[in-house]
């Protein structure tokens, strides 16, 4: 899966020393101007395309497609259980199991171009995906579409319940603009019109500027302009926080506290909240003896996930996890079953080690011999260059010593693991697991036999570590297609005991949707008391924060 969280592990582990680069008002000691926000991300030269569609379009890398085009609904991945907010769609009604969607579109809504936005543009970018599996990135099953008035109805071959907030999150696109082009998969947008509160008026392989367009269907906001940099690195972008040129970002830095909270306590902030994915180390489960549940599960009693989080990931970055279950909290605190709340993983060496011997592990001194008399060893893998993911290997490495487990950690090519990731040539790995509205996609991309491939065949999309339980595949279908809430607890009930019992990976910390963020001259931000929209600039919620900010002073 190549999307945003790739990007952000991307980022984490890119560490090298080069130099800040200036970039007109981005640059480092720089100040912006009244009614100006700076945002950064650590992203690396842009191409001139601001196609919403493509993870690898300069909007999606900055995030500013979200400050021009706008979704139907604006949900919220923090609090994942909270109705969305009505955007482009006024009202939505899901029909027939969820294979039905009715929506109401808002009416005197513009384009910045001046056009009226109307249901058949809603219809339009609907027809688009559909048409598009390029621009589909979500996979998501559109049927027909039709309108009536200022309604947009759409239906689905199959329950699109786990999909809910993917489908309402949907950017409109103009279909006066899109119809147009001669492959709207491929083709650059350079001009975006879209009906968001801003429009592009500058494109740099550096740099981005959005200007408010005067007129739009809510108040208007009060950051009148937004400069976006690509710096060329963390250290870049970390210079850039700690001296004021950038007051927003999603980052990883090492020592926070020191090189940007530190200098200003006052007013520069971070908030890293968890979401429904987890970050973990991931098996070889058709490779012995890491296809026993009885030692992944030992190896996890080992691990001690709070020296990851605080060590490997600055205390903050990935957030720990704690429930047995690899559920997320407090994100998923409503979907824990009431026979796992309260269980959390502790690190109980003793225990680990009398679990192994009773399944029939044996110990020659401290080493631990697998059922047929051999040592058990692992090779911990992932690219050099990602440094917390490194340090986190070499805690784990640690930690396993403890029960006899020699591992080694390979600082490996980054191309070269990515292809072994690909077709499972590989022992372990630390990976992250996708993410949704419910714990449906994260246990998914664990555990679903549906994407299963044999070692040696590449494409995987998920189930990285080639698990196989006919139970799990049901019960992720069960709750998929499920037509009551009953029926969607019980396959839930089961994955989470799955989960527990059998180990497919064993998760150590939590996805984030947080960001490093400056009250010096914009207040309005969410936190933790406040928790409205996940701070990351990349995120849809990114157009909701800005629309929250108003002037300091």
Not at 201 to 216: A, D
Not at 353 to 377: E, I, N, S
Not at 499 to 521: F, H, L, Q, R
């Amino acid at each position: 899966m190549r999307d945003i969280r790739r990007l952000a592990l991307v980022v984490a582990g890119v560490l090298a020393g080069a130099v800040l680069t200036a970039c007109g008002a981005g640059a480092a000691g720089s100040s912006a101007g009244p009614g100006v926000l700076t945002v950064g991300m650590p992203n690396g030269p842009l191409t001139d395309d601001n196609n919403p569609f493509l993870t690898s379009s300069a909007s999606t890398s900055l995030g500013y497609r979200y400050m021009i085009y706008e979704p139907l609904v604006m949900t919220n991945i923090v609090r994942p259980t909270d109705p969305g907010k009505p955007w482009l769609a006024t009202a939505w009604n899901w029909a027939d199991n969820y294979t039905k969607l009715t929506l109401t579109i808002r009416d005197k809504v513009t384009w910045s171009d001046g056009q009226p936005m109307t249901a058949d543009d809603v219809a339009y970018t609907f027809g688009l995906l559909k048409q598009n599996s390029g621009l589909n990135i979500n996979a998501i099953p559109f049927g027909d579409v039709s309108t009536s008035g200022d309604q947009v109805t759409v239906s689905f071959p199959s329950s699109q319940y786990v999909n809910q907030a993917k489908i309402l999150n949907t950017l409109i696109v103009p279909k006066h603009q899109w119809s147009t082009m001669k492959d709207p998969s491929t083709d650059t947008v350079t001009n975006p019109i879209g009906t968001g509160p801003y429009t592009m008026t500058s494109f740099t392989s550096q740099s981005v500027v959005l200007k408010e367009r005067g007129s739009y269907w809510q108040t208007l906001p009060q950051v009148k302009e937004i400069l976006y940099t690509s710096y060329n690195d963390n250290n870049a972008q970390t210079t850039a926080l700690a001296t004021g040129a950038a007051q927003w970002s999603y980052v990883f830095i090492p020592n926070a506290s020191t090189v940007y909270t530190g200098k200003d306590p006052a007013h520069y902030k971070m908030w890293f909240p968890p979401t429904l994915a987890v970050h973990g180390l991931w098996f070889n489960t058709q490779q012995a003896p890491f296809n026993d549940p009885t030692l992944r599960r030992a190896m996890s009693m080992a691990i001690n996930r709070s020296d990851v989080l605080n060590q490997g990931e600055a205390g903050y970055f990935y957030p720990q996890v704690t429930s047995v279950t690899g559920i997320p909290t407090p994100a998923g605190n409503s979907y824990i079953g009431a026979q796992y709340q309260g269980q959390n993983f502790t690190v109980d060496v003793a225990g680990a080690k009398k679990l192994l011997t009773d399944a029939g592990y044996r110990y020659q001194g401290t080493t631990l011999l697998d059922k047929t008399g051999k040592p058990v060893t692992v090779t911990l893998s992932d690219p050099s260059g990602w440094s917390d993911y490194v340090t986190d290997l070499e805690i784990i490495k640690d930690n396993l010593a403890t029960i006899g487990i020699t591992a080694t950690v390979d600082k490996a090519n980054e191309d070269a693991w990515t292809k072994n990731v690909d077709t499972g040539e590989f022992q372990a790995i630390l990976h992250w697991s996708n993410q949704g509205a419910t714990p449906y996609d994260m246990y998914e991309s664990i555990m679903d036999g549906a994407l299963y491939k044999p070692v040696g065949t590449g494409g995987v999309n998920g189930n990285y570590g080639r698990y196989q339980n006919p139970v799990a595949t049901t019960a992720l279908q069960q709750y998929a297609n499920a037509s009551d809430d009953a029926s969607r607890t019980a396959a839930l009930n089961t994955l989470e005991q799955i989960m527990v019992t059998d180990m497919p990976m064993i998760p150590t910390g939590a996805s984030n949707a947080g960001g490093e963020y400056s009250t010096k001259s914009w207040v309005g931000w969410p936190d933790a008391s406040n928790p409205y929209a996940p701070i990351q600039p990349t995120l849809v919620n990114a157009l909701d924060v800005v629309l929250h900010l108003k002037p300091a002073s």
